[in-house]
């Protein structure tokens, strides 16, 4: 199967190199030049455009950070919608709003072209190692040409629903990721200022299911940060998780008005996120 893959970022690359370990022909764009080169170097195939890499691929997943960059890279003269061939299938990886594939879906219905909703969880480190959840909204024949594409660093596929609810559900799901991190770092805090031993509250809270493993490992990165403040590069990555977070938690926010509804929580914690991870940014905590 001939396999596109547009948007070699943290989780994106180790996506796309999972499709080339899988045997998959697989070509891939991103518009950092270093990006292509490095996966070309271990096995894919590297377009110049959208558009070159449309004309060579069957199934295409696009990983980029954000609404307004998936409409760069599906519309216009130079996008993929442009250039596939129609049966081709499109994967949107990214977090984003439902309405937004609903918008791809129809431009591509109209000419041929197949669109599933695919957001991922996981990480980076899931992508790595193959061990992916993929929530997937779309028609079921679609899903199933997709499922070798998707298996390659997959864990899990679940299927959703009509179109829309794949990246719906992966709102839902950012929501309590982020809720479980703030929920992990007061408790942490509490415990510190309260001197108590960190380690008793983890055992309990381990042997009760209050503590994930997800929320265990952010809450030691976040105590490293302020062991170290000095580290720069610890610090950026954290700097990048908050943008990250802030950004997804405002496209919650943002499909809870669509609804019509109120989520007062999420938006409080949306504000919180860089105290939660640690930034130094008066601005921002």
Same mark, same amino acid.
């Given at each position: 199967?001939?396999?596109?893959?547009?948007?070699?970022?943290?989780?994106?690359?180790?996506?796309? @190199?999972?499709?080339?370990?899988?045997?998959?022909?697989?070509?891939?764009?991103?518009?950092?030049?270093?990006?292509?080169?490095?996966?070309?170097?271990?096995?894919?195939?590297?377009?110049?455009?959208?558009? /070159?890499?449309?004309?060579?691929?069957?199934?295409?997943?696009?990983?980029?950070?954000?609404?307004?960059?998936?409409?760069?890279?599906?519309?216009?003269?130079? +996008?993929?919608?442009?250039?596939?061939?129609?049966?081709?299938?499109?994967?949107?990886?990214?977090?984003?709003? =439902?309405?937004?594939?609903?918008?791809?879906?129809?431009?591509?219905?109209?000419?041929?072209?197949?669109?599933?909703?695919?957001?991922?969880?996981?990480? /980076?480190?899931?992508?790595?190692? +193959?061990?992916?959840?993929?929530?997937?909204?779309?028609?079921? @024949?679609?899903?199933?040409?997709?499922? =070798?594409?998707?298996?390659?660093?997959?864990?899990?596929?679940? &299927?959703?629903?009509?179109?829309?609810?794949?990246?719906?559900?992966?709102?839902?799901?950012?929501?309590?990721?982020?809720?479980?991190?703030?929920?992990?770092? @007061?408790?942490?805090?509490?415990?510190? &200022?309260?001197?108590?031993?960190?380690?008793?509250?983890?055992?309990?809270?381990?042997?009760?299911?209050? %503590?994930?493993?997800? %929320?265990?490992?952010?809450?030691?990165?976040? %105590?490293?940060? @302020?062991?170290?403040?000095?580290?720069?590069?610890? &610090?950026? %990555?954290?700097?990048?998780?908050?943008?990250?977070?802030?950004?997804?938690?405002?496209?919650?926010?943002?499909?809870?008005?669509?609804?019509?509804?109120?989520? =007062?929580?999420?938006?409080?914690?949306?504000?919180?996120?860089?105290?939660?991870?640690?930034?130094?940014?008066?601005?921002?905590?």
């Amino acid at each position: 199967m001939r396999v596109g893959f547009v948007g070699l970022g943290n989780i994106g690359a180790p996506m796309a @190199e999972r499709l080339v370990k899988g045997g998959m022909d697989t070509v891939v764009f991103d518009v950092r030049e270093q990006a292509r080169a490095e996966l070309a170097a271990k096995g894919a195939r590297a377009a110049e455009s959208c558009a /070159a890499l449309a004309r060579e691929a069957e199934v295409i997943g696009v990983c980029v950070r954000d609404d307004h960059d998936v409409y760069q890279v599906v519309s216009g003269e130079n +996008g993929l919608l442009a250039h596939a061939a129609a049966g081709t299938v499109i994967a949107l990886h990214s977090t984003i709003l =439902p309405r937004t594939v609903l918008e791809v879906g129809r431009a591509a219905a109209a000419r041929g072209i197949g669109v599933l909703d695919a957001p991922i969880t996981g990480g /980076a480190a899931g992508a790595q190692s +193959g061990k992916l959840t993929y929530i997937v909204g779309g028609d079921t @024949e679609l899903l199933e040409r997709c499922r =070798p594409v998707f298996s390659t660093s997959a864990a899990k596929i679940v &299927h959703t629903g009509a179109l829309g609810s794949g990246a719906a559900t992966k709102l839902c799901n950012n929501l309590m990721t982020y809720l479980g991190f703030l929920a992990a770092y @007061e408790a942490a805090f509490l415990a510190r &200022h309260g001197s108590l031993s960190f380690d008793a509250l983890l055992e309990v809270t381990r042997s009760n299911g209050n %503590m994930t493993d997800q %929320m265990l490992a952010f809450v030691r990165t976040r %105590m490293m940060a @302020e062991e170290q403040p000095d580290n720069a590069s610890l &610090h950026a %990555m954290l700097r990048s998780f908050t943008d990250l977070a802030e950004k997804d938690l405002a496209v919650t926010l943002a499909f809870a008005r669509e609804q019509g509804i109120t989520l =007062p929580g999420t938006a409080l914690c949306q504000q919180l996120m860089a105290r939660v991870f640690g930034i130094r940014d008066e601005k921002r905590r």
